[in-house]
């Protein structure tokens, strides 16, 4: 198990990895950690050196002095020498409670549903090993190093994603952490799928025995519901970015008002995400062209009543409100981070070992109701934006509104060539972003409105918070898929409108998705082009090509 005397997760230290790469330092003591760092060292494990900080240590060992000595003494202890939940009332002596702690774990294995991808399984992994670091749970800083040695030699347990109501923290989800720890059940080793003894022989590591409260200390906690959302976060954040990118394009090749953009409007109503919003569409407009409608509307000549104008005064709504509708986005991603964070700095299970005081305190910190309401917000404000940009697709698409582009974006064909009346260009995708929103907006049906009295009456408020998670993690990936093929349709009519249309930042856009997706000069099957563009999206490329804001991940700021 490795430690640091550099306490805090925001100290860290580049050093090269054994392939050469360099690697940073993450040092957990319950108190510092970042969304925005947990997101990094799961997406990019071989990046990262994950371990335990000496203070952290230190309280660790306190609080696992405190229980041993309430255990010597005979005193009932919720978990420790008792049974759990409606059970509390069965005191057990301390000489069964070692089993008591593997009979919880293994028992609880009984998840349902696909299994959690790789990158979920290392944000649980690095928020629960946060969340005991604090020292209030009795738990060995043993047990918590060979978590962090699992993650560092790619040992995963193999976490079915269905099973938990969200309080009580994530038991049946977590549980399969805890058995990994004591050697048993199944694990994904460097990709791998083997017994998790088979993988701990290989990586030279030996399981443990879980001693009283340990087990309880892994399972009752909410860190799987925290694993999603931690990306969903990451990921949301990406989608805000490029929905603003799509509003100044799709503006661009629509020719557009980009006075709806000015600091003017949302200076009078400054909710901040729509502020932010505005401005990053100005930005990606380009200075010159964000005033080039300033002062330019004519007068009614003399005489005249009546003349039909040339172009509309103002924009459609998904045009003219995108920074109302994203600014939405923008600012429940401020909040839920923020509440994530909190969730990941906090010890989360029950019950708690106050060493100031000498006591132990049963409690309900295990209750997931802020991720839960964070996600089932985060996955509305999300859905809403791909509604947002799907509307702007079809705007671009549909020759009656798209001001002299082609029908569903069709290369131009002269009358007499072979190719005219064959090619239906955009029309299936629309129709896919259609279904894709569709689903997203489905999705948006609030999760923590479904607590159910569990567990013989004794969980009999539940949050639903695991499953508010899932959800959110769904809709961005939908959503993202939406925004891609967007992305796309708006290269498509930047190429018929002209390029010379486009600002530096948005033609920064236009290569890059260009280099994944070539021009479109018939039908074709564009699925991977959909999926090349996600993922430009998903890792960030996007956002930097177009000169947008770098991401927090080392320091400071939860995104």
């Given at each position: ?104 774990v293994r028992g609880h294995n009984c998840g349902i549903g696909p299994a959690a991808a790789p990158e979920v399984v290392r944000a649980t992994m690095i928020a629960r090993a946060n969340c005991l670091a604090r020292g209030n749970s009795g738990i060995r800083p043993e047990v918590v190093g ?414």
């Amino acid at each position: 198990m490795s430690t640091s005397s550099m306490p805090g997760a925001r100290h860290t230290q580049d050093h090269p990895s054994p392939s050469g790469a360099p690697r940073t330092d993450l040092f957990l003591d319950g108190h510092c950690l970042s969304v925005a760092q947990v997101a990094a060292a799961a997406r990019s494990p071989q990046r990262w050196q994950v371990a335990l900080a000496d203070d952290a240590v230190s309280r660790m060992k306190r609080s696992v002095d405190l229980k041993n000595a309430v255990v010597s003494a005979g005193r009932r202890v919720y978990g420790v020498t008792s049974g759990f939940g409606d059970s509390s009332t069965r005191q057990i002596s301390a000489s069964k409670a070692e089993a008591l702690q593997l009979n919880l774990v293994r028992g609880h294995n009984c998840g349902i549903g696909p299994a959690a991808a790789p990158e979920v399984v290392r944000a649980t992994m690095i928020a629960r090993a946060n969340c005991l670091a604090r020292g209030n749970s009795g738990i060995r800083p043993e047990v918590v190093g060979l978590l962090l040695d699992c993650l560092e030699q790619d040992i995963l347990p193999v976490i079915p994603e269905r099973g938990s109501v969200g309080a009580s923290g994530d038991l049946v989800p977590l549980s399969y952490l805890g058995a990994m720890l004591a050697g048993h059940g199944t694990v994904l080793h460097r990709g791998e799928q083997r017994s998790a003894d088979e993988a701990f022989g290989e990586a030279g590591l030996e399981p443990v025995v879980l001693a009283a409260k340990e087990g309880l200390a892994l399972v009752n906690g909410t860190s799987f519901m925290a694993g999603f959302a931690v990306l969903a976060l990451h990921d949301a954040t990406e989608i805000a970015f490029a929905a603003d990118l799509c509003t100044a394009m799709a503006s661009q090749v629509l020719l557009g008002n980009p006075r709806h953009f000015d600091a003017f409007v949302f200076s009078a109503k400054p909710h901040p995400g729509s502020v932010a919003s505005a401005d990053t569409v100005r930005r990606l407009l380009g200075q010159d062209r964000a005033t080039a409608h300033a002062g330019t509307e004519d007068a009614m000549p003399d005489g005249l009543g009546f003349r039909e104008l040339a172009e509309p005064v103002q924009d459609r709504y998904s045009i003219r409100c995108a920074p109302h509708v994203n600014g939405v986005l923008r600012d429940t991603l401020a909040f839920a981070a923020d509440w994530t964070q909190v969730e990941i700095n906090s010890s989360n299970d029950n019950p708690l070992f106050d060493t100031q005081t000498g006591t132990v305190v049963n409690g309900g910190n295990f209750y997931g109701g802020h991720i839960g309401q964070a996600m089932d917000a985060l996955k509305t404000a999300v859905a809403s934006v791909g509604d947002l940009l799907e509307r702007q697709l079809q705007l671009v698409v549909d020759e009656k509104f798209n001001n002299g582009l082609t029908p569903n974006l069709i290369p131009r064909f002269a009358h007499d060539s072979w190719e005219a009346g064959l090619h239906h260009g955009f029309k299936p995708m629309q129709l896919a972003a259609s279904s894709l929103v569709a689903e997203a907006l489905k999705s948006t049906m609030p999760a923590t409105s479904f607590s159910r009295s569990t567990e013989a009456h004794n969980q009999d408020k539940v949050s639903m918070g695991t499953i508010a998670a899932r959800d959110a993690r769904t809709v961005v990936e939908l959503v993202r898929q939406v925004t891609a093929i967007h992305l796309l349709a708006l290269c498509q009519a930047a190429d018929l409108r002209g390029t010379e249309q486009l600002s530096g930042p948005t033609r920064d856009a236009y290569t890059a998705a260009r280099s994944v997706s070539p021009v479109i000069d018939g039908d074709r099957g564009l699925e991977f082009d959909i999926q090349a563009v996600a993922e430009l999206i998903a890792t960030g490329q996007l956002r930097e090509a177009a000169g947008g804001p770098r991401l927090a991940t080392h320091t400071g700021g939860n995104l």
